[in-house]
């Protein structure tokens, strides 16, 4: 292979870099190097930028790089103490930063033996002498770059790359694997720091001549209009950023039902052609001139390369190491595998040694900075030991199965990868956010970033509860003894991660003994706002808090908690918090800390639900069309040709308004209920059902007109409540699931306590149904019901609340559906 050592950049007179507010030429960016290089002073070696992503950065690189000097890029993100350490190792004579940077490094000079010069990008003058034709390589093993690692197993080292190394990798892109030419458009979005999009979306696309696309932000509004605004032909991301993306994608296209046939079509035939027909207008979304989706820094799920490539995108995907300058294989275009990631890159070698992938070539570095040992360590007679464990298949690509340090070995000797554990149970549970699973004392655990948008939709108040006997066991059920999770954390932080996503695994004991810690060694605030939320929220808990305990994750609040506590706040200090607001301040330390803040006044006020119940409110109430009686008698006979129905109790039901509370063994409850009413009791009896099952907007128009209520459980909890109180007053019967959600295994599952308090507080009864047979004729994950089934509704005595608080009357209906529930599933 035929290296150009002779230039890294040029005037191709055309776009270099285009900025939200403005398009930079080569020329001009040739002009704004000379003029950093100009404020550079004597003959340094190296030069460290600290900074965001911005044309300064750019232009500093190829500055420090056309006064023959070594760059060391760090992530601006850094704490003082992380670029302490790198500039105490590195010592740089030179150092540039934005504004936004600038304290953090005098903290850090501060600190230093030595005096580098800082140069801010803000207050630099407008220098612009006259710009180079080129910038050449001024020796092709000089240091070019000296890159820190991202530090996933300990403290960072620095990465030695020659202008060799990189022009390797370059030169594969631009002529090997034709990635790169003169007319592609490049998205500049990750972080320039890592080796990775350095190369990707800077060194590579400025050598070759084609325009780079700066987005302002990581915001998915800036990428898309990124995208759609530069008509962007190559995305380069992490595993992650595709994730995010084909969540959104795939959750919209499963949410409607002829786009979702459309995707199965397109998955059968696997045509890109035909792909980019059906999907238009998700290409269109993306700028619709997307040639490649590259990507890198980890792993990709095999499922979201399939989705991709479902879709019609190209992906193309790369595998490497900051070692490695930084690609090891690649994705030819158009011969994507899903799973691997490609063959090697030309003029590199491969071998898989005990399971490790050893890469040897001229893109392997120079060594460490200052740790021969460290260097001897993975550098042995000019091959790489990546620590990364795999297989090639017969047509040379490269798998990757796990990383070789991250292996858990138990004390029996069984070797367990982690990553596949992690990837099944993500897989398994739309409930999980993210995972990390890690050894300690022999035994699994995970920790658990919880999905809360998806739990608080299913109304799971009980999250360990549903993770512990939902999710794990589950999981634990489908693995052999060696791979089940025996513990567990749930978190709302981010699992600790670099920049690029890869999984901090060394930092989990840590971050689960600092969880389980917490309750133990917090100190509790001694503000009067704190002590009284404290006393308020421990009522609604029954157990003692801790100013760190998440709302939901920790104390269990469920939906008529956050508007007990709502509403108590309102009452207490004067201070309305919208429900769809009140997870914006986790926990009762940073809930206080804002009330503190925004507090009218303090008052202290009982809270009580029938300030709530007979609040005089403007609300809509949902509508009885005749065809509610009409649709009654259909379903009945429907339902009667298909199943074997049986109803007993019926003449229990009062002629006053009550609430009817059925348990919940399958989608045809409501229908199985209903279609044992009389007409006249039909059309005096209203549903409540979750927003989620109502969302298209006929439907809920439909709904409207049919008695239903519909409960909005991630906002409007408070109004559907009251709307149900007007209906119970008018003269209306209610039907409430008291569960919530569906049995999982044909059991009671906890009672909410919405009945008890609309029953306690209006004065109705409620008459118990016990639905018996739905879960056996249509379990929990089951499309088509068992047709025949013997299906049984009894109607029990009404339970008149005078007698009995909320936990009382939830109770004795709970006990009274329970006597005459059948166990068999």
């Known amino acids: 292979m035929t290296i150009d050592y002779a230039m890294l950049l040029t005037d191709h007179h055309k776009a270099a870099v285009i900025l939200p507010d403005q398009t930079i030429s080569y020329a001009q960016l040739l002009t704004a190097i000379a003029g950093l290089a100009d404020a550079i002073t004597g003959n340094p070696g190296r030069v460290l930028i600290f900074s965001e992503n911005r044309l300064e950065w750019i232009a500093a690189f190829y500055a420090a ?57 803000e207050e630099l003058d407008q220098h612009l002498p006259a710009p180079p034709e080129t910038i050449e390589v001024p020796d092709p093993d000089h240091t070019a770059l000296l890159i820190y690692t991202s530090g996933t197993t300990g403290a960072p080292k620095g990465v030695m790359l020659s202008f060799t190394n990189i022009l390797v990798n370059i030169d594969a892109v631009t002529k090997g694997i034709p990635i790169y030419n003169r007319e592609e458009r490049v998205l500049m979005l990750l972080p320039l720091h890592h080796i990775f999009p350095l190369l990707g979306t800077m060194v590579a696309p400025l050598y070759i001549g084609a325009t780079i696309a700066l987005c302002p932000t990581l915001q998915s509004e800036d990428i898309v209009q990124t995208l ?36 199965k079509l397109a998955d059968k035939v696997q045509s890109q052609s035909l792909s980019k027909l059906l999907f238009g207008s998700v290409h269109k979304k993306f700028g619709g001139h997307l040639k490649f989706l590259v990507c890198g820094g980890a792993a990709l799920d095999p499922a979201i390369g399939q989705q991709f490539t479902t879709l019609g995108f190209e992906v193309l995907e790369g595998y490497g190491m900051t070692e490695a ?104 549970s739309q409930a999980i956010t993210e995972v990390g699973i890690f050894l300690k004392n022999d035994i699994l655990q995970a920790i658990i970033r919880p999905n809360l948008a998806m739990i608080r939709e299913k109304g799971i108040t009980d999250i360990e509860g549903y993770f512990r006997n939902q999710v794990l066991d589950q999981f634990n059920q489908s693995v052999s003894p060696a791979y089940k999770i025996m513990q567990f954390t749930l978190v709302d932080d981010e699992l600790p991660r670099t ?149 007993e109790g019926r003449e229990h039901l009062p002629d006053t308004p009550c609430i009817i509370a059925p348990n919940h063994q399958s989608f045809f409850d409501g229908l199985f209920v209903a279609s044992s009413l009389s007409n006249t009791l039909m059309k005096k009896t209203y549903f409540y059902a979750k927003e989620k099952h109502l969302r298209n907007n006929w439907v809920r128009k439909f709904a409207d007109r049919h008695n239903v209520i519909v409960m909005d459980i991630q906002s409007d909890v408070k109004a559907s409540i009251q709307k149900t109180a007007a209906l119970l007053k008018s003269g209306k019967n209610i039907m409430i699931f008291p569960e919530g959600t569906r049995t999982k295994d044909g059991g009671l599952g906890d009672f909410k306590k919405t009945f008890a308090i609309l029953s306690k507080e209006l004065n109705v009864p409620v008459v118990p149904v016990t639905i018996n047979g739905a879960f056996a ?49």
Not at 244 to 263: D, E, F, H, P
Not at 381 to 397: C, F, I, K, S
Not at 542 to 547: C, G, K, L, N, Y
Request: net charge positive; hydrophobic share 35%; aromatic share 8%.
């Open 499 to 647: 920049r690029l996503s890869k999984l901090k695994r060394f930092l989990l004991p840590q971050m689960a003994q600092q969880k389980s810690q917490k309750k133990k060694s917090t100190k509790q605030p001694k503000d009067k706002e704190y002590t009284i939320l404290k006393q308020y929220i421990e009522s609604l808990t029954a157990h003692p808090i801790h100013p760190d305990d998440h709302l939901e994750i920790d104390l269990a609040l469920d939906s008529l908690d956050k508007i007990s506590l709502l509403v108590f706040i309102k009452n207490t200090f004067g201070l309305e918090i919208a429900e769809s607001e009140l997870m914006q301040h986790q926990t009762p330390a940073g809930l206080s800390a804002y009330v503190k803040e925004n507090k009218e006044r303090i008052s202290v006020e009982v809270f009580n639900w029938e300030q709530i119940i007979k609040e005089k409110v403007d609300l809509p109430l949902p509508r009885t069309w005749a065809t509610t009686v009409l649709l009654k008698n259909l379903s009945k006979a429907l339902l009667s040709l298909y199943f074997s129905i049986r109803t």
């Open 325 to 428: 300058a930084p690609m090891i294989t690649f994705t030819r275009p158009g011969k994507l595998k899903i799973g691997s990631a490609g063959t090697n890159l030309p003029g590199t070698e491969i071998a898989i040694r005990d399971g490790e992938i050893l890469a040897k070539g001229k893109n392997i570095m120079q060594g460490y900075w200052k740790n021969p040992e460290a260097t001897a360590e993975v550098l042995e007679d000019g091959w790489l030991h990546t620590g990364d464990v795999g297989h090639l298949d017969d047509q040379g690509r490269l798998f990757i199965t796990g990383r070789k340090k991250e292996i858990l070995v138990l004390s029996s000797g069984k070797n367990i990868n982690p990553v596949l554990l992690e990837d099944k149970l993500e897989t398994m």
């Open 65 to 121: 790089w056309m006064k023959r000097c070594t760059v060391v890029p760090v992530d601006y993100l850094s704490t003082q103490d992380e670029l302490e350490y790198i500039a105490r190792d590195c010592q740089p004579e030179v150092i540039f930063c934005s504004a936004k940077c600038k304290d953090t490094v005098n903290q850090v000079l501060a600190q230093l033996d030595d005096s580098p010069q800082l140069l801010i990008f």
């Open 228 to 263: 759609q605004k530069n008509r962007i032909t190559v995305l380069i991301g992490v595993p992650r950023l595709y994730k995010l993306i084909s969540t959104a994608i795939m959750g919209r296209i499963q949410s409607n039902k002829i786009a979702a046939l459309m995707y």
């Open 777 to 825: 004729a249509l379990p929990s994950g089951s499309i088509m019901p068992k047709p025949f089934s013997k299906i049984s509704v009894n109607f029990q005595q009404p339970i008149y609340p005078e007698k009995h608080t909320y936990e009382s009357l939830k109770e004795q209906v709970y006990k009274k559906i329970q006597s005459c529930l059948h166990h068999s599933k």
